[in-house]
């Protein structure tokens, strides 16, 4: 039997999150705020484990219905959502993701960090052993890298085909790098360290070869989205992971959920990128444009990308009126 010290206990909950519902109305979620839909969501699983209980006294069958029709309620109100607005994926890119992206920043830098470090392996490595390139790349890579040659002219001649699995693989890792946080970050640490490994040994090869302006000449165009949509999605992975890792005060089915609903938001905005990166690396990056074409290209998209994430959806400074 249920104790009444319980029951008091867990009413003022019940009655909060009915309170949350009945603000909802026929607006669903858009009429709460942050905090509250966080409450919202905490209350609702917490009232769920609530009704586990109560369903196993016999005598208590009064409150399971009362507590599972709150649910339902609350069921409805959470995964009813916001009703679909024409600009709300234009304003999610616009205003949403940039301040996201700032939001969890170190993330993406430590994403970033474990690259750069993996490419600086990859190349002391190489100039250590010679036969590590030829070990990690394979013999008809480096054939044709010893040869002077570009790998990527093949592209040119598919240019749509080439650039469809161009964009599918980039997105395979870009999902995997989220996707495996939920190892603890294990699984996104070994695909950025091991992508960051083959970078270091293709520059070094292709810097013994004589080749680093023909190398240059083809991944800055599109490299210069290509790469920071890699970190950011490393980043996503890496959040996952934290808040697996690292629940504090919340129960960490919790924190995970939280965790990955930000993570998975974070990953959403490299998909636009990854999309003219691939167009670019099939279109771009593998003709004959020289140089002084494709480097203030790239100048120009790593700008523009970089003055979107560090400035759209800032509030604009007011100005103090003179004392």
């Not at 940039?98 to 750069?116: C, G, M, S």
């Not at 013999?139 to 749509?160: A, F, L, N, Y």
């Given at each position: ?81 916001r009703r679909s607005e024409p600009g709300g994926i234009l304003r999610f890119y ?230």
């Open positions: 039997m249920l104790s009444a010290r319980w029951l008091n206990k867990r009413k003022p909950h019940w009655a909060r999150l009915t309170q949350l519902v009945d603000r909802s109305g026929s607006r669903g979620v858009s009429a709460l705020t942050h905090s509250e839909l966080q409450e919202l969501g905490l209350l609702y699983r917490q009232t769920a484990s609530d009704l586990s209980t109560v369903r196993e006294d016999p005598a208590s069958q009064q409150q399971a219905r009362y507590l599972n029709q709150l649910l339902g309620r609350a069921h409805n109100v959470i995964y009813m959502g616009r205003e949403t993701y940039p301040q996201i992206f700032r939001d969890t920043l170190p993330y993406t830098l430590a994403a970033f960090a474990v690259f750069l470090a993996a490419t600086a392996t990859g190349f002391l490595l190489s100039l250590y052993d010679p036969a590590f390139p030829r070990y990690l790349l394979g013999g008809p890579m480096m054939d044709t890298i010893e040869r002077r040659e570009m790998w990527t002219h093949s592209i040119v001649t598919v240019k749509p085909l080439a650039s469809s699995a161009i964009l599918t693989n980039n997105l395979a890792v870009a999902f995997a790098a989220f996707a495996f946080g939920i190892t603890a970050g294990l699984g996104t640490l070994y695909l950025l360290f091991l992508n960051g490994l083959l970078f270091g040994v293709i520059i070094t090869a292709c810097w013994q070869a004589g080749m680093s302006l023909a190398l240059l000449n083809f991944v800055t165009p599109h490299g210069v989205l290509e790469l920071p949509a890699i970190f950011i999605s490393g980043g996503a992975g890496l959040l996952l992971a934290h808040g697996l890792l690292f629940p504090r005060l919340l129960p960490r089915r919790d924190s995970l959920a939280r965790a990955g609903g930000q993570a998975a938001r974070l990953l959403l905005g490299t998909i636009p990128l990854l999309i003219v990166a691939g167009f670019i690396e099939g279109y771009v990056s593998p003709t004959d444009l020289p140089a002084r074409v494709k480097f203030p290209f790239a100048a120009v998209m790593a700008g523009l990308l970089a003055l979107y994430l560090a400035y759209a959806s800032r509030p604009a400074r007011q100005a103090t009126p003179p004392s």
